[in-house]
Nanobody, 124 residues
Framework: QVQLVESGGGLVQAGGSLRLSCAASGRTFSTYAMGWFRQAPGKEREFVAAISWSGGSRNYADSVKGRFTISRDNAANTVYLQMNSLKPEDTAVYRC?????????????????WGQGTQVTVSS
């Protein structure tokens, strides 16, 4: 069992920035990948970003590429999502996800555990 706890969401004006954090605990074992997904009301969940265990492979959705940066601190079992130049269409519940496969996938079905989510609201 792995538990994931997100933090850092909130309300921000368009053009502003937020940094989300996700701390993993439990049976994390030695290596794992982490990702971020989001879901807005009335829309399907979508992939945002993922990072491999080593941090050497990072994957981003086209909609956030160049604006968002994913990173991790393995000593703290924590993944971050730095979000810059936020747009109203970024408004969603953001959830982090854990994958025992260390490579970092964009497929949500491949992730093993999910956080409860943190709300990000971007006003225009």
């Amino acid at each position: 069992q792995v538990q994931l706890v997100e933090s850092g969401g909130g309300l921000v004006q368009a053009g502003g920035s937020l940094r989300l954090s996700c701390a993993a605990s439990g049976r994390t074992f030695s290596t794992y990948a982490m990702g971020w997904f989001r879901q807005a009301p009335g829309k399907e969940r979508e992939f945002v970003a993922a990072i491999s265990w080593s941090g050497g492979s990072r994957n981003y959705a086209d909609s956030v590429k160049g604006r968002f940066t994913i990173s991790r601190d393995n000593a703290a079992n924590t993944v971050y999502l730095q979000m810059n130049s936020l747009k109203p269409e970024d408004t969603a519940v953001y959830r982090c996800a854990f994958d025992y496969n260390p490579n970092g996938s964009s497929r949500e079905a491949e992730y093993d555990y999910w956080g409860q989510g943190t709300q990000v609201t971007v006003s225009s």
